[in-house]
């Protein structure tokens, strides 16, 4: 599996089809390197500009965060996902998960295309830590039916993972249809690759990195990846790439290595 320090060239279309897409998914550790040691939201705006994704999807992103707002300089006056979106990407939906005193945090998805909808769905379980789905529905230029994209963090049990797996399962019976492209990526916690069977079962859904790579990508811990954690299923899309970004400068902007891949629905 290839792991360049940023994604290569990107053919402008597919050939006889519809346009490519070319997508980022990362937990951002609310915008520190690892253990928290320095503030890093600055650089890892560049760094995604520099990935030149399209959609990106973000876990453990920083709605608001009072005390971090007064201790750490250069902390932005609005939302994290906000920061990161600026001028690049037009569009961009937040999905509140956990909150709390000082502030909340959860799920983004940033897009250049127009995003028609976006609704967060609540998959919490019991007193663990809260979790949910961002389904976002965006209008990519040149594809015959919209895009839907749900942007996931799951718990960190197992029990917590199937419950909120089946709860993704039913939301997407219900709300998407068959026919529709269909992205689900993110961070899963699934170490155990437990999620690949009931997701292909109920929903026809396949991981892009087993599919081009033969498993799931590492990507846990960044500096020393072991764990197959960071995700990305997909339905109704084809796709050309799929690249873990392990070199610099990611393996100094998080705990997690992001996952990159370019999409079309040419079959």
């Known amino acids: 599996m290839s792991r360049p320090d940023s994604p290569g060239p990107r053919p402008g279309a597919a050939a006889q089809g519809e ?10 550790h609310k915008g520190f390197s690892a253990w928290n040691k320095r503030f890093v939201l600055h ?20 709605g608001a965060h009072q005390e971090h707002s007064t201790r750490w300089e250069h902390w932005p006056e609005q939302g994290q996902y906000e920061f990161l979106a600026d001028t690049v990407w037009s569009a961009f939906a937040y999905g509140k998960n956990a909150v709390y005193p000082e502030g909340h ?5 940033l897009s250049k295309f127009p995003i028609l909808h976006s609704r967060n769905h609540d998959v919490s379980t019991g007193d663990a830590e809260k979790r949910g789905l961002l389904h976002c529905q965006l209008d990519v230029p040149g594809w ?20 909120q797996i089946t709860g993704l399962c039913e939301m997407v019976e219900t709300d998407i249809d068959d026919r529709a492209p269909l992205l689900v990526g993110g961070d899963f916690n699934d170490w155990r690759g437990r999620a690949h069977a009931p997701l292909a079962d109920r929903l026809g859904l396949r991981e892009v990195f087993v599919e081009r790579h033969g498993k799931a990508a590492r990507t846990f811990p960044v500096w020393w990846p072991l764990l197959r ?4 299923y997909v339905c109704n899309l084809s796709h050309t790439r799929a690249e873990v970004l392990h070199g610099r400068p990611w393996r100094t902007l998080s705990d997690h290595a992001p996952l990159t891949l370019d999409l079309t629905t040419t079959p």
């Open 144 to 163: 015959a039916l919209p895009l839907h994209v749900v942007c996931v963090h799951l718990g960190l049990s197992e029990a917590q993972r199937r419950d």
């Open 105 to 109: 945090h959860g799920n983004a998805v």
């Open 19 to 28: 346009p490519l897409i070319r997508v980022l998914t990362l937990n951002m």
């Open 229 to 232: 954690l960071d995700r990305v």
């Open 43 to 62: 650089d890892l705006r560049a760094a995604i500009r520099h990935a030149d994704a399209d959609v990106v999807l973000l876990q453990e992103v920083l």
